[in-house]
């Protein structure tokens, strides 16, 4: 049985993961340490509150003395590490808080894991320290240029990849230093339920269903690689399980498309769902459909942001051989089913936006802990 700690459970990969790991490991103990900031939202774990096996924990991965006491109390011997602040645009705008959560926080996660497994004689001595990280840490792709290897040299740019380089080169001197256990996987972008609807997928959908403006950086042309969240989880079990220490696995969706496309196939699909079903019209009065046009309409181009890097493209060759891993999840079925979730959890998309709810959420859990 396993005892996992599992950093940022309430943000959009970490919950997902949190479900993925309780329905495949129902005996295995899951805690979840989260701060609950904008993006953390306690509304995707509520499936698993009365699961005898997960524990939440509201808390700040920067908090070092609360980690230690983690690890001892619950006798963790995996910490699957997902906090992270993680919007380019957010760390354009304030890099301080990106350097504080993915360099700080990854650090101080690090050294705890060092304390207790490390020096501490009645801990056992088999454990993981994973660590989640971006294909954005590589930088750009031309259009031509092959996809990103584990070999591929780090050029992040922006200030949101460079923080979690360095996080990634820490949690390696850490392995190298001290003997940490540590194994690190590098995404590309995920889709799917429970995405802060800042993100591009869900915000399309939910300013289609709301009539607001669906704004594109630019041309809309640049090209990322698209990984159901699933698979994602899928592929750090396979690393958790099979994954050699000390190693890094690029897990990707082999799945290349442009922004722009992205956008007119939510549109089309939206349309189509709305055309099937009628009771959306009255559920979705200001969607465009309910008003007799398209949803690609909405449509705006804006100007580009700041070192928008133009593509991303992950090479999954070594997980594929080494651990059997590969995306079971088609784009066609998966952003149907995505698009799906949205449609009939548009309350939890509107909690998730609603900070005062967030902010009465989160306090119920300040003395629970």
């Not at 290897?149 to 949690?171: F, L």
């Not at 309409?297 to 594929?320: F, M, N, P, W």
């Not at 995505?338 to 609603?354: F, G, I, K």
Request: aromatic share 10%; charged share 20%.
């Amino acid at each position: 049985m396993k005892k996992l700690l599992v950093t940022g459970g309430a943000g959009f990969i970490g919950a997902n993961f949190v479900h993925y790991w309780l329905t495949l490991h129902p005996n295995d103990n899951v805690t979840v340490l989260d701060a609950l900031t904008y993006a953390g939202n306690l509304g995707s774990l509520m499936p698993v509150m009365a699961n005898p096996h997960f524990r939440f924990v509201k808390g700040d991965i920067a908090n070092t003395a609360l980690v230690e006491q983690l690890l001892l109390e619950e006798r963790i011997d995996t910490v699957v590490h997902f906090a992270a602040e993680s919007h380019v645009d957010r760390s354009i705008l304030g890099p301080d808080a990106f350097v504080q959560t993915n360099v700080v926080g990854a650090h101080s996660l690090l050294k705890a894991a060092r304390n207790v497994w490390l020096k501490e004689p009645a801990h056992p001595l088999s454990h993981r320290f994973h660590h989640v990280s971006t294909d954005e840490v590589y930088g750009s792709l031309e259009s031509d240029e092959p996809a990103f290897t584990e070999a591929t040299p780090y050029q992040p740019n922006s200030p949101y990849a460079a923080s979690k380089a360095a996080s990634d080169h820490m949690v390696r001197a850490y392995y190298q230093t001290y003997g940490l256990q540590v194994t690190l996987s590098h995404c590309s972008n995920n889709y799917g339920y429970y995405q802060y609807p800042e993100k591009l997928i869900p915000l399309c959908i939910h300013h289609i269903l709301q009539g607001k403006p669906l704004p594109i950086y630019g041309d809309g042309k640049q090209i990322r690689d698209w990984l159901f969240v699933e698979d994602h989880c899928r592929g750090i079990e396979l690393i958790l399980q099979q994954g050699h220490v000390g190693e890094s696995y690029n897990i990707g969706g082999m799945n290349e498309w442009q922004n722009i496309d992205i956008v007119t196939l939510l549109c089309d699909l939206v349309d189509a769902e709305f055309a099937a079903a009628p009771v959306l019209t009255k559920r979705y009065p200001n969607a465009p459909y309910a008003k007799g046009i398209s949803a690609r309409s909405l449509i705006t181009h804006v100007q580009d942001r700041a070192g928008h890097d133009r593509r991303y493209a992950i090479d999954c060759t070594k997980i594929e051989k080494t651990l059997g891993f590969k995306p079971t999840e088609s784009f066609a079925s998966g952003i149907r089913k995505t698009l799906h979730w949205y449609l009939d959890n548009q309350r939890w998309v509107e909690e998730a936006e609603n900070r005062d709810y967030q902010t009465w959420l989160s306090q119920q859990y300040d003395n629970r802990s």
